[in-house]
């Protein structure tokens, strides 16, 4: 079964900081791996994606995650935080072939401090 | 109107009550699901559409009854709930349900039900 882990539930970091945000999961073969991003009161909106290829995706909103299969890991990075990054992070993974649903981690809580 | 709309954004009930929550995608999608947030625990999914077919259900109770009348409209009915059941009820969309489509949704903002 695919299964999620993000190990901090929350992260403060200062305005104009770098920012990493760790992810690992587990499934059986190469997963599709997801980051996405929920403001208060808002639904859950996708910053980026890994389907295969170059290992280094970039995303919205300045957003890039790095797929290292030696680690089984996925994390977020952004080079210089901004206030309006202040929002709850979800990794995802989801299978590869065939019929496919996405299983959540249990989100990270970014905090920013000015 | 683009996008994934729920109706109510909040919703109050009593335990004997019975609501529904309506969901309408304009993307043009064919799966659509629901699922279910509560604080300190990962997305719960609860069911899974495509094309007005239900595909998933996971092992939610009786008292959560879905129905899809088209690719577009998803509802949740809610009938005798408890108060854990109280959480952020979400409904998101995507293209179709294989590998590459269903990994890519679009979340509606959710209905936040709170169950007296």
């Keep these: 079964a695919q299964s999620v882990t993000q190990p901090d539930i929350h992260i403060t970091v200062s305005e104009g900081a770098s920012l990493e945000l760790r992810c690992n999961y587990s499934y059986g073969a190469t997963p599709y791996l997801f980051w996405y991003v929920q403001s208060p009161g808002q639904g859950l909106q996708l910053l980026l994606k890994y389907f295969s290829g170059d290992t280094l995706v970039q995303g919205i909103k300045g957003f890039e995650a790095e797929f290292k299969r030696s680690q089984s890991s996925f994390n977020l990075r952004k080079p210089s935080v901004h206030w309006s990054d202040a929002a709850e992070y979800f990794c995802a993974v989801g299978g590869n072939s065939g019929y496919s649903t996405l299983t959540f981690g249990k989100g990270t809580m970014l905090l920013v401090s000015p | ?116």
């Design chain 2, 1 to 116: 109107e683009t996008g994934v709309t729920q109706t109510p954004r909040h919703l109050v009930m009593g335990m004997t009550n019975k609501k529904s929550l309506k969901c309408e995608q304009h993307l043009g999608h064919n799966a659509m699901y629901w699922y279910k947030q509560s604080a300190k625990k990962p997305l719960e999914l609860m069911f899974v559409y495509s094309l007005e077919e239900r595909v998933e259900n996971n092992s939610v109770p009786s008292r959560f009854s879905p129905e899809c009348p088209n690719s577009s409209h998803l509802f949740l009915h809610l009938h005798t709930l408890q108060p854990e059941d109280s959480a952020l009820y979400l409904c998101a969309s995507s293209r179709d349900v294989g590998a590459a489509g269903a990994n890519v949704l679009t979340f509606g903002a959710g209905s936040r039900l709170t169950v007296l």
